[in-house]
């Protein structure tokens, strides 16, 4: 009794190392040929929020950056309440691919004393370079959940290359110095993710076909979800109207 | 059949074998051991630091700052780069030392094996500890004699550096940007004031002012200068913070002795 139970054990181990192993053997990228493609917009329907001007009065290098004050990019909304700095991204739908890192890093940047571009989206363990143009010293503080958390002083024109091992969305940054600087970076275990531009459009190219849960977060709204099916080689065409107050 | 099976058993031992080896702890030659320490924890830390590692037992509310969340592998007072797991012997130095000014007390009351033992069991708080290693601890040169020149400089980098937007022009803790500060839990935080002469919470030798300089203090705003600033430059800033120093009971440019428990 007691050594069929053992071999159960044993078994057991060796069925789950095995699957363990098998996803890796059956990773595979996305056939270009066939892709498809989702465009729209993120849009914010009831707000009436305003960027509100920031004081940087406390460090004069920042301020002199600006002509005009500064505002918050919390909410950036464009023509037609389109809504700006928002990720679209495929949540649900891709299988057991698995997929690697860009070559070339993603870049934020810190100019003004705020972040260019305040959302910003790369792949898990793509490097991301951190820069900064202004002419004062900054502290770099991502504060994650589930990746390893850093903070590091950055003085004018000083490199930080930095990655980011698993999968977070999103991860927010401040510079404590600075205390209006907040920005994010979302990590994604896969290439399918874009970030709304100034008017709220988004083009998510080169996507396999096939069904997704596609999502949308914006720092303040949350998370909106939609399924949709792509065909090979099909353009879809997707909205989303995030509420204000809700 | 059996060759299959015998490829199972010694993987299922390696495999065991490989995640409690990760759960161990290794100071000078001691190794701590997970099951002696579960017991020492459940006697001695559960009630700040919780059942499940996570910060949050029964004392915590009433605790400012808050216990260290070991689940999140994030700690303080380490030699490692910031953002990398710390290694055995930091854990260790910071149960002994205890941390100066919170409700971290020092645990040289207990043994040397028993503090080791405490090490491994923290670690089986969080996965970090068998899927990473610790970085390679940073290197802490011979300190140079301090020199009005040294202060000087020093003096400047505090101020280049933005340290005084949190400390102050001073070191009283007061700068601009003092009260917005939060932890990564978003606890308000407070910059140490450097005026009080008290007790650094990572130790309060030159050699451990760099070093908290070098690896910043991890879970909270305070970030590392490695690639901002050189070695000599670091130890400008130290002897400056000397002299921010009210009583200044240690002597600029000299080693003080660990502060003794017993």
Known sequence: MATRYILGVITAALVLSLAAYVPVGAAGSADAGAAGSLSGTAKIE????????????????????????????????????????????????????????????????QKGCQYKPHVVALQ????????????????????????????????????VEESFAREEIAIPVKCNVHPWMRGYIAVFKHPYFVVT???????????????????????????????????????????FVFKAGS | MSLRMSFAVTFFLLSFSLSSLAQEAHVGNLTGNVKRGKALYQRYCIFCHGTYGDGRGESAPYLD??????????FKCRSTPSGSLPL??????????????????SWKPLTRQERVDLVAYIKSFSPRFQEEKPA???VIPPEPTTSPESVKR?????????CWLCHGKEGRGNGPSASSLTDSKGNPITPFDLSSGAHFKCGDTDQGLFRDLTTGIDGTPMPSFSDALKPDQIWDVVHYIHTLRASNKSKPGQTQAEPKAE
């Open chain 1, 197 to 239: 531009d100034k008017d709220g459009n988004f083009d998510l190219k080169d996507l396999p076909p096939g069904t997704y849960t596609i999502k949308a977060w914006q720092e303040k709204f949350g998370t909106l979800s939609q399924k949709v099916t792509v065909g090979t080689g099909e353009s879809k065409t997707l909205e």
């Open chain 1, 124 to 159: 898990t363990n793509q490097k991301l370079n951190v820069v900064n143009s202004d002419d004062t010293t900054h502290n770099i503080h991502p504060m994650p959940n589930n990746n390893r958390e850093w903070n590091k002083t950055q003085p004018h024109g000083m490199p």
């Open chain 2, 136 to 138: 390679t601890p940073v």
């Open chain 1, 46 to 109: 009831g707000a009436t929020l305003k960027p509100t001007r920031i004081d940087m009065s406390s460090d004069p290098n920042c301020s002199k950056a600006h002509s005009t004050p500064a505002t918050t990019e919390e909410v950036v909304i464009g023509p037609n309440n389109g809504l700006a700095n928002v990720i679209i991204y495929v949540a649900d739908g891709l299988g057991d691919r698995t997929f690697e890192p860009p070559q070339q890093p993603a870049v934020i940047e």
């Open chain 2, 88 to 105: 055995d012997s930091d854990l260790y130095d910071t149960i002994s030392r205890g941390i100066h000014a919170t409700g971290m007390p």
């Open chain 2, 65 to 74: 700052p808050k216990p260290r969340d070991f689940t999140k592998a994030t």
């Open chain 2, 154 to 162: 020093g003096a400047e980098l505090f101020q280049t550096m933005n």
